[in-house]
């Protein structure tokens, strides 16, 4: 009997034991008690209880948050105090706390959302002073201080003094209202909306603590294909009912408008931005959000652009349309964020170059709440491109910039693509607009051209999947966006460093090593993908996997063939004066680093020249050889990065050490199909041998071209 009851016994705790196992849920806001003994004993003598004056939602927030950070990572009962004690945490605004209004503090050195965190005598006591000028400056400032403890960081003289450099940091979902995701590889959307606004998912709740955690201030909860259902008042209803939740964290919320609404919804014969029932039915159903979300953000409006309707349906312009809807928006301090990915099929120019030419001329004619946002590239969210010539080239509009999480062109769920060197390259780019050191951040925070509505969106990689992002590792691409949103000088290195240990583990050779797998990532994925400027040739439609041959898609400028254009002498597209002249777009010195082909950087040179097969490259080798050799460095370092993930085996929860080793295989095994594909079918032009030394084709061109993927995620489903 006994032994029976023993061996339940073991059973029972083996079963909680697994039903602990890290499962990614808690992303980078775990709080598990310190391991490091001496750190653990500092930290305990440093904090002892926390003193927060006053009472509202956000201030509930910031209690609990802290309350149960500090008592899960001390392994202490935190409490609330009374009045300043020694060591005291003290947090707070001038106008919620009497002890932070007495400190003389620099809070004018601090923008709206910043904050500062301090080593401070208070009445004869030492003390933590966490203190901003609103409650969500503090709020932020306390994840930040949660951060330090989480990454082990010393707190003894604290000097922090933060504000974000920029205003709008978005989130934007491409999330469907029948709760499939575009371009989403990790389940189906967070948003119950059949269950709204009844029952209140707590992932609404944890995704508003995640994104307060990083300083993310709004959310486009729609897609921007987007559906009117959403703007009947049964769905306002269940928008505001979100919007409710996630108020006290600070996050406002935006949607993405349809054009046609007023004709969908209204009844109404035109959605014509001139005509004035249309004005007025536009302003009646801004009118109506509000009374549902009294801090509604605004709109985000995909126009003329891939099938959805716009301005340019009744022969007005894009300014025409977003000012008609800022109009709307204006009395409410609603601001339209425009979206200037626009093509045309029928426009005969590179299509790099018709985002600028429909956008440049308007310069100056939007109205004050209306912000133009652009991809971070000319294309569309490529392993590379160049920064996109719109910044740069518009000064009296501001413009914001759109950074895609998702992987829709990166590797998709299976591939791990640490994806802040791809936002930092762009954001450093020197676009000269306004001399030497205009660099994209300082564009979209507004310093080049003084805007101060500024603002930054990353399409969003998030899902229902119990660890939100799918790859455990995707998760680190919404936090480095947030981070980078917050303060874009950040460096790469430091964002992977600081998610590592908040994420896994502060054991050094375990963040070291992992790191190493990260920062290398994208560069990696390129190489396997495309090398040396190489673009757009993924699978028709759904993108996944390599297609360089495709040739039959419905539009001319959505087919592989029109962006590498092999051919029998070389490949690349030739975008200086001898080509589509793309590059009379930028800056003179910009265009002076790319026009010349034996100057150009080489990661750029099929971006921007057809380059002959037999060209020397400065490897000495020829085009040929060195594309190929960059095909099959980029597999070595994927079979590299699984060898280092398999060396801290036992350093993390080994589910999760599973997971990404399977998924690292996955990666491998697309990464070799990469590399064949693309060489075979490159090969049929150039004619040139691979050497005999390296791993040969396991198949032929045929069966790669044979291959198909009906049920590709994040492609499906109507919205
Ligand atoms: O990259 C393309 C995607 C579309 C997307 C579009 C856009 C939301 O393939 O799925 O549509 O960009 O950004 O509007």
Redesign the pocket.
Known sequence: MKKKLCLLLVLFSLSIYHLKAEDGYRLWLRYDKISDRALLATYKTQISGLLIEGKSPTLGVIKDELVNGISGLLDIKFNLLGSTQEHSLIVGTPVTSKAIAALSLPLDKISTDGFLITTQKVAGKNCIVIAANTETGILYGSFHFLQLLQTHKSISQLNIISSPKIQYRLLDH?DNMNRTV??GYAGFSIWKWHLLPGYIDQRYKDYARANASIGINGTVVN???ANVQLFTKDYLIKVAALADVFRPYGIKVFLSAKFSAPIELGKLKTADPFDETVKDWWKKKVDEIYTYIPDFGGFLV?AN??GQPGPQNYKRTHADGANMLADALAPHNGIVMWRA?VYSNETPTDRTKQAYDEFKPFDGTFKSNVIVQVKNGPL??QPREPFHPLFGAIHKTPVMMEFQLTQ?YLGQGTQLVYEAPLMKEVLDADTYANGKGTTVANIIDGTADHHSLTGIAGVSNIGDERNWCGHPFAQSNWYAFGKLAWDHTESSDEMADDWIRMTFSNDPSFVSTTKKIMLGSRETMVHYMTPLGLHHIMGDGHHYGPSPWSDRLGRADWNPVYYHRADSIGIGFERTTKGSNALEQYSPEVRKIYEDVATCPEEYLLWFHHVPWNYTMRSGKTLWDDLSAKYYSGVNDVRSMQQTWNSIKGKIDNEQFEHVKMLLAVQEKEAVWWRNACLLYFQTFSKMPLPKSVEQPDHNLDYYKSLRFQFAPGNGGNN
Do not use: A
């Open positions: 491409w575009e371009r897609n921007v294909n995909k652009s891939e990915f569309d969210f829709e």
